[in-house]
């Protein structure tokens, strides 16, 4: 059974960083391709897919973190981070890692083609 643990969200100003961590079980990391992707829920709103990793280490970003944001994995860690830089009002939200169903590429944005799902972790940006 999969399992995905969050950590690193909390209160920045606007212009800071952080960097998000998803502690995976052991295994997620498979020897097969898979997905990894984080997501964001702003209140009120959708979930949004802003970033993903594939499992040959192929990115994928939203338009609007485009060069503000980097996905990276650790496979010896079995770990998934999102390092946030120049963070702007409009990143606050609860952020989550998933990982994808068995079909997921870097072209699936519905949170519908991820199996896996962690609690989530909050990032609040403000002047």
């Known amino acids: 059974q999969v399992r995905l643990v969050e950590s690193g969200g909390g209160s920045v100003q606007i212009g800071g960083s952080l960097t998000l961590s998803c502690a995976a079980s052991?295994?997620?990391?498979?020897?097969?391709?898979?997905?990894m992707a984080w997501f964001r829920q702003p209140p009120g709103k959708e979930r949004e897919r802003v970033a993903g990793?594939?499992?040959?280490?192929?990115?994928t970003y939203a338009e609007d973190v485009k060069g503000r944001f980097t996905v990276s994995k650790d496979n010896a860690k079995t770990t998934l981070y999102l390092q946030m830089n120049n963070l702007k009002p409009d990143d606050t939200a609860m952020y989550y890692c998933?990982?994808?169903?068995?079909?997921?590429?870097?072209?699936?944005?519905?949170?519908?083609?991820?199996?896996?799902w962690g609690q989530g972790t909050q990032v609040t940006v403000s002047s």
């Open positions: 998933a990982k994808g169903k068995s079909w997921a590429t870097r072209s699936s944005l519905s949170p519908d083609d991820f199996a896996y």
């Open positions: 990793i594939d499992s040959n280490g192929i990115t």
């Open positions: 052991r295994g997620t990391f498979s020897n097969y391709y898979y997905y």
